[in-house]
């Protein structure tokens, strides 16, 4: 997803406002769970949310997701905001979030995620992060 930044994006310093990144982190997770499911999904957790550098009026900001696992009717979703530079196209990282989107069905309750196909060590590697993360906080819910 690529936007640019506007007047109306930034803060009292010239710089995007970060609630204006999280609401584009937010889409960019909701066209990656669509595609997915090919259902509408809802925004249940966002986590690991990093603003790293700051991105200026006038940049050129593309956001990247990816899912990185899917389970029963959840699935994670990891999200990179990079700034592009207008003259070079060099990219650098500016913020990333992790987000959890549940499948809707007609109903309106959630329903079952279609499997996702690891096919990479890389994607292999995000999904069994993504099954640790899920049980700790399963784990961490369980015994509060
Ligand atoms: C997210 C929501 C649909 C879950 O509904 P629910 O009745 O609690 O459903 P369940 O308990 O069966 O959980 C369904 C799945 O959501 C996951 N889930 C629910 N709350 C979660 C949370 N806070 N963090 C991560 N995952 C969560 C569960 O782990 C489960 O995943 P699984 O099926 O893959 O195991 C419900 O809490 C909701 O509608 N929240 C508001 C969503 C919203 O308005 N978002 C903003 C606008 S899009």
Do not use: Y
Not at 69 to 77: P, R
Not at 109 to 126: F, H, N, Q, Y
Request: net charge positive; proline share 4%; charged share 25%.
């Amino acid at each position: 997803m690529t936007e640019l930044v506007l007047p109306q994006h930034t803060n009292a310093i010239g710089t995007a406002f970060g609630g204006v990144i999280m609401s584009w982190i937010d889409i960019c997770s909701s066209i990656a769970a669509k595609r997915h499911c090919g259902h509408v999904s809802v925004t249940a957790r966002v986590d690991a949310l990093e603003f790293k550098a700051p991105i200026k009026v006038g940049d050129v900001v593309r956001l990247t997701a990816r899912l990185n696992a899917a389970f029963k009717t959840s699935m994670e979703i990891g999200v990179r905001v990079e700034r592009e530079h207008a003259e070079t196209g060099d990219r650098a990282l500016c913020a990333d979030a992790r987000t959890t989107f549940v499948n809707i069905g007609d109903d309106g309750k959630p329903c079952p995620v279609p499997p996702l196909l690891a096919e990479t060590d890389e994607d292999r590697r995000l999904a069994a992060e993504a099954v640790h993360r899920r049980k700790r906080r399963l784990a961490a819910k369980g015994s509060s």
